[in-house]
């Protein structure tokens, strides 16, 4: 009899020490909460890249358009046929246009944005962080359409006076470009720059590097894949964007011959054209093609950001 009393008393202990805490029940949902945010997010992604790649397809297996005349044609005519009453389909004109105005923005963008950003970090940092931030930030809140429209009525313009012609193309879309992108890869960059540790700098600076050997030759260096990172960020992005270019570029599906030049890009043929076909028709799966290399693209460059953060975690775990 009084062991079963000891068991009796001894079953409330235990049931309260197994019993699981309020604490531990709030992590528990909160950890079901978050996989099935991830589910939902991982099965919306999964199905839209099924859904533009499905469409995509069409193209070549539905209206049996040659891909490689798709990919490498230069003659973009969805609606007239041509003397054998064929409709010609080459999207080289506008995948062309849009690598001219990414690279070319990019090209003169992260000059500026490592200049901005070194002034930020290293030079003036307090003048940086009172007003250089928030006008990086403020530009970089600031509607495309807003920046297109800009173009549209100064920089159009003022091409056309100093080069002649319609002043829309290649060189008008650049400049719209490499104002919005700058504030990306600028704020990216002075990420990259803070992350660099201090004693790298105490320790260039105390073998006798004067300021300058400093940051050219161990910041800089050191923040080499941050730097890369924001360059490849805003390289997707301009090559993403479509209504401020759409407003300078020209529209032309032609090869561009020259800066000057009228053209177009993947961006501008979409926004122009997903309105004005019909759902089924060989000019809306064409569009929907052009889609799916844009996804494609932004995807590599998904690829490349990781690819360089993965190399930036292998040298800081080597070193």
Known sequence: MPRRNNKSNQDPIRESLLRKSISAKKDKFGSRLSLSALALISLVVLSIFFFVVSRGLMTFTLDHINPFRFIFGTVWNPTAPDAQ?????????????????????ALVATPFAIATSLFMVELQPTLGKKIMQPVVELLVGIPSVVYGFIGLTIVVPFLRSIFGGSGFGILAGTIVLFVMILPTITSMTVDALKNVPNHYQESALAIGATRWQMIYKVILRAATPGILTAIVFGMARAFGEALAVQMVVGNAAIMPTGL??????????????????????????????????????????NLVIRMIGKRTNISRGAK
């Open 85 to 105: 009453g064929n409709l010609q389909f080459g999207a080289l004109p506008m995948i062309v246009g849009s690598f001219l105005v990414t690279f070319l923005s």
């Open 260 to 301: 000057m030049n009228s053209a177009s890009t993947l961006t501008s043929v979409l926004t122009q054209g997903i309105g004005n076909t019909a759902d089924g028709s060989v000019q809306n799966d064409v569009l929907w093609t052009l889609a799916m290399l844009l996804l494609i693209m932004s995807l590599i460059f």
